[in-house]
């Protein structure tokens, strides 16, 4: 075992975490080539329906594209409601983590669960100014509050994760 830490998640760790993804989603080039998907086929559509081409053709895209931006600052602000539901839905949340970083991966133990990852099994990582991310792919992440972290931890962890790319 190369170092040990404890911790209870706080809200404030769950929110961090919550707008940490938001963003990064946000900034995928695949989620607004989607997005942009969307919106050619809807003009499209209106094209082919109506038989015309005009501005009021590029209405229903312009209209999508607010709705996802409203949505995207919307969440980032329902954020510390949404991690103060998940803690108060979620048992593991509420108890003490103690996570093991060990040579092979990260070990993280509750009184209701034992979970062990292999550093090969994490895809990326970020990091904000309250956690560390891990992710195992695109929508499962684990990840630590910095104060549960020493900035040796931090330097072992991310030194195992040189072959995973930030996000």
Same mark, same amino acid.
């Not at 404890?6 to 900034?27: C, E, I, M």
């Given at each position: 075992? +190369?170092?040990?830490?404890?911790?209870?998640?706080?809200?404030?760790?769950? *929110? @961090?975490?919550?707008?940490?993804?938001?963003?990064?989603?946000?900034?995928?080039?695949?989620?607004w080539?989607?997005?942009?998907?969307?919106?050619?086929?809807?003009?499209?559509?209106?094209i082919?329906?109506?038989?015309?081409?005009g501005?009021?053709?590029l209405? &229903?895209?312009?209209?999508?594209f607010?709705?996802?931006l409203?949505?995207?600052?919307?969440?980032?602000?329902?954020? &510390?409601? +949404? @991690?103060?539901r998940s803690?108060?839905?979620q048992?593991?949340?509420?108890?003490?983590?103690?996570?093991?970083?060990?040579?092979?991966? +990260?070990?993280?133990?509750?009184? *209701?669960?034992?979970?062990?990852?292999?550093?090969?099994?994490?895809v990326?990582?970020?990091?904000n100014?309250q956690?560390?991310?891990?992710?195992?792919?695109?929508?499962?992440?684990?990840?630590? &509050? +910095?104060?549960?972290?020493? &900035?040796?931890?931090?330097?072992?962890?991310?030194?195992?994760?040189?072959?995973?790319?930030?996000?």
């Amino acid at each position: 075992m +190369l170092a040990t830490t404890t911790f209870h998640v706080t809200s404030a760790d769950v *929110t @961090a975490t919550y707008r940490s993804y938001v963003f990064w989603s946000a900034t995928k080039l695949s989620t607004w080539f989607l997005i942009a998907a969307v919106i050619a086929l809807i003009t499209l559509g209106d094209i082919i329906w109506t038989g015309t081409y005009g501005h009021l053709t590029l209405v &229903p895209g312009a209209a999508i594209f607010v709705w996802v931006l409203i949505y995207y600052v919307g969440l980032y602000f329902a954020m &510390p409601l +949404l @991690a103060r539901r998940s803690i108060a839905k979620q048992k593991n949340l509420k108890q003490e983590w103690r996570v093991n970083i060990t040579e092979n991966g +990260l070990r993280a133990v509750t009184q *209701t669960q034992d979970l062990f990852v292999s550093w090969t099994d994490f895809v990326g990582w970020s990091q904000n100014s309250q956690t560390l991310i891990i992710y195992q792919n695109d929508r499962l992440m684990r990840y630590m &509050p +910095l104060r549960a972290l020493t &900035p040796e931890m931090l330097t072992i962890i991310t030194s195992k994760l040189h072959s995973v790319p930030r996000r």
